[in-house]
């Protein structure tokens, strides 16, 4: 298939993907939506493990049509000297490399920065390895899991009486994607420079997730506090309102407060006088009592009836969404948050638009994730100028 014209803020920007799996992929799909041109290359045997990770239908895997979605997909042997040459000319065309393979495994077959930065010195080069360029196990496999913990997002998660948390989805792999699609566009931003001579982006996994809980450092620098869990509260900074409530109906709402209004609200709904409960004279379980009391106000009530009642006394609330509510929510609908595209295996699908949105250039969704080297012909004809006879014998040989 034929890509259309790409379309978005990013149109004319070339990306080979050299990654496999979540992370740095992620990456080249954020940059994929908003109109990237995006190559991802994989073996000609296995291909990419994500083709065959997660929930199927029929023998067709979901995850793979969603992660690879807007990207153009190619076969290429990098273990062998010819396909290494091929890799190279890639890296030439490209504008960008995204890449999550092994250090050493990358250095052997000639894909490490330094050896493409050689051959095209404005090259923006994102690495993503589990421990970081440079340190005693840059080598090491990297997994999202283990950067979750190593991050302390999963020590301040959950409930003080029950063991660390780590999210329903994989944390730390998306936010990496996403930190290495921001870290790619600001990079890109000096290539006008006349001294310009590319980037080299070294992400390690734990080290989005902690650039987020950043608070943590300061607070134990200065104050000596470890944060624990606190279940639905904040582990350092606590409102006097922050929690997940069930309702009558057993669905569950989630009500906070920011602000000392959006507090006296919540106060006047459930009849409290709000100097017991607020400032210096305060009861010094105040956020426990409100709490409780809370609790049981929602507990007698359907989850209708509590959000209708809590807006119009503006408190701020929320029932606790499932994909069934997401699917069917208006927000959604008015955001146009969920859209449907034509798969060639599945028919008409629905998924996630194209976040961020932009008004002048909007991104698109083109395609679902394509089949295992669909856009050889197109790809090695069409950008590498590749004759036929050429990609013939690279394919007789195994190497595509």
């Not at 790409?6 to 149109?11: D, E, S």
């Not at 990358?106 to 994102?126: A, F, G, I, R």
């Not at 990079?187 to 006008?192: C, E, M, S, V």
Request: hydrophobic share 40%; net charge negative; charged share 20%.
């Amino acid at each position: 298939m034929a890509p259309p014209a790409f379309a978005g803020v990013l149109r004319g920007l070339r990306v080979v993907e050299f990654a496999h799996v979540l992370s740095a992929p992620m990456s080249g799909t954020l940059l994929a939506d908003l109109g990237a041109d995006v190559i991802h290359v994989e073996s000609p045997t296995i291909g990419d493990s994500s083709r065959t990770i997660g929930p199927d239908k029929d023998g067709t895997h979901l995850w793979w049509k969603v992660m690879a979605r807007n990207k153009r997909a190619i076969t290429l042997d990098l273990r062998c000297d010819e396909g290494q040459a091929v890799a190279h000319e890639l890296a030439q065309w490209a504008e960008v490399v995204i890449t999550n393979l092994r250090v050493r495994t990358l250095e052997k077959w000639s894909m490490d920065w330094h050896t493409l930065h050689e051959l095209n010195p404005s090259l923006v080069y994102l690495s993503v390895t589990g421990d970081g360029l440079g340190t005693s196990d840059e080598n090491s496999p990297g997994f999202g899991k283990v950067g979750e913990a190593r991050s302390g997002v999963v020590s301040v998660t959950g409930y003080p009486d029950g063991p660390p948390v780590h999210t329903g989805f994989s944390h730390a792999d998306t936010v990496t994607g996403l930190m290495g699609a921001f870290a790619i566009c600001a990079a890109l931003h000096r290539r006008d420079e006349p001294d310009y001579q590319g980037e080299l982006i070294d992400l390690a996994l734990f080290e989005p997730l902690f650039r987020l809980v950043d608070w943590q450092v300061i607070v134990y620098d200065q104050l000596g506090v470890v944060p624990k869990r606190a279940g639905n509260q904040l582990a350092v900074a606590p409102g006097l309102v922050i929690n997940t409530y069930p309702t009558k109906d057993g669905d569950w709402i989630t009500v906070t407060s920011g602000t000392p209004r959006s507090v006296r609200n919540v106060l006047l709904m459930l009849g409290l006088d709000a100097e017991e409960y607020m400032g210096p004279n305060a009861h010094p379980h105040a956020r426990q009592a409100i709490d409780a009391h809370l609790g049981a106000w929602i507990a007698e009530r359907g989850t209708a009836e509590a959000l209708t009642h809590m807006r119009g006394l503006e408190v701020v609330a929320e029932k606790v969404y499932d994909m069934s509510d997401i699917m069917t929510s208006r927000l959604y609908r008015e955001r146009e948050d969920i859209i449907r595209v034509d798969d060639a295996d599945l028919g008409s699908v629905r998924m996630a638009g194209v976040i961020p949105k932009f008004r002048q250039s909007p991104g698109r969704v083109w395609r679902t994730g394509p089949g295992h080297g669909q856009d050889n012909d197109e790809v090695y004809t069409e950008v590498l100028g590749m004759t036929p006879e050429r990609l013939a014998g690279l394919r007789s040989a195994g190497v595509v």
